[in-house]
């Protein structure tokens, strides 16, 4: 079965830091690119960062530039996000989701096809 | 970044019912974009690839269409388990993807 698992999420100080896990299974991981996604207690879905098959290619989200690293261990079959400088405006439930690709046009059609249960943050003094 | 609109916010509506939500890039993006469901408390579900491949295992009376800026999602006969929140999300540009704000549909 295709999953993935999120993990690592929590309570934590503002300025405070935090790593995020997410498990892949029933698929060659190395494949594919990767992302995370946030959503904030009831609000819309908000992409976070990108991350290639080989980590060649990474990309982020202006609101979280320069304070969340994405990074992926192909022989773990694991990404991760660690999050620095935490925000209030950072409390969401964070997911992670793979990026399939169909040929089309002058590019690919990327989409996330599969996605985590997500795991929650919450940043609070 | 590529801005994506969608309309209504929020719609009721009852079984049975044909219902169509818009979704309106800032810029055009082709056909690069994918329609989600999320329902309370679950993870996002990709119904639409390609503005209008079906996802394997969605029902038939999910489609979508258009291309360029303007895009829709139709569900031909609303069913109880389609009561949801569907999101749009561009994937034009790879460097930084957009959702929409998100179409909440209630029962009416």
């Known amino acids: 079965e295709v999953q993935l698992v999120e993990s690592g999420g929590g309570l934590v100080k503002p300025g405070g830091s935090l790593r995020l896990s997410c498990a892949a299974s029933?698929?060659?991981?190395?494949?594919?690119?990767m992302n995370w996604v946030r959503q904030a207690p009831g609000k819309g879905l908000e992409w976070v960062s990108s991350i290639s098959s080989s980590s060649s290619y990474i990309y982020y989200a202006d609101s979280v530039k320069g304070r969340f690293t994405i990074s992926r261990d192909n022989a773990k079959n694991s990404l991760y996000l660690q999050m620095n400088s935490l925000r209030a405006e950072d409390t969401a439930v964070y997911y992670c989701?793979?990026?399939?690709?169909?040929?089309?046009?002058?590019?690919?059609?990327?989409?996330?096809?599969?996605w985590g249960k997500g795991t929650t943050v919450t940043v609070s003094s | 970044d590529i801005q994506m609109t969608q309309s209504p916010s929020s719609l009721s509506a009852s079984v049975g019912d044909r219902v169509t939500i818009t979704c309106r890039a800032s810029?055009?993006?082709?056909?690069?974009l994918n329609w989600y469901q999320q329902k309370p408390g679950k993870a996002p579900k990709l119904l639409i690839y390609a503005a209008s491949s079906l996802q394997s295992g969605v029902p038939s009376r999910f489609s979508g269409s258009g291309s360029g800026t303007d895009f829709t999602l139709t569900i031909s006969s609303l069913q109880p388990e389609d009561f949801a929140t569907y999101y749009c999300q561009q994937s034009y540009s790879t460097l930084s993807y957009t959702f929409g704000q998100g179409t909440k549909l209630e029962i009416k």
């Open positions: 989701a793979r990026d399939s690709l169909r040929p089309g046009g002058a590019y690919y059609y990327y989409y996330m096809d599969v």
């Open positions: 029933g698929f060659t991981f190395s494949s594919y690119s």
């Open positions: 810029q055009s993006i082709s056909s690069y």
